[in-house]
């Protein structure tokens, strides 16, 4: 295999590995968006913000390893910005809170990022 080529396949990798993130953090945000409107049973919030918190972790984790290829101080403001958004979740599904607003918004602006 050709140097081009084995580029070729991790460009590839990595844009189908962005793409998964996007659907992942859509899927998240459709949950939040229907806990906005009202339209969910209290299971499904607990399930929605559950599904939130858990996504953020995956993704805490990928960045805190020293492998992950984007620079450090980019991966330290993520990092940042996910361990807000699990303490958000928290927050809704503990009650302390109720404004869903935020939360979407930054899956949102990171989604879109991607």
Do not use: C
Not at 19 to 30: F, H, K, M, N, T
Not at 71 to 95: H, M, Q, T
Request: charged share 35%; glycine share 4%.
């Amino acid at each position: 295999m050709s140097f081009e080529a084995y580029e070729a396949v991790v460009d590839e990798s990595g844009s189908e590995a962005r793409g998964r993130e996007r659907q992942a953090l859509s899927v998240g945000i459709d949950r939040l968006e229907r806990l906005q409107k009202g339209r969910a049973s209290f299971e499904d919030q607990v399930q929605s913000l559950l599904y939130v918190r858990r996504l953020w972790t995956i993704f805490i984790e990928d960045l805190s390893h020293p492998e992950n290829a984007l620079p450090e101080k980019l991966r330290a403001e993520i990092i940042s910005i996910g361990l807000w958004v699990v303490k958000e979740a928290d927050r809704l599904r503990e009650e302390k809170s109720n404004d869903v607003v935020q939360l979407i918004e930054i899956n949102r602006l990171i989604r879109d990022a991607l």
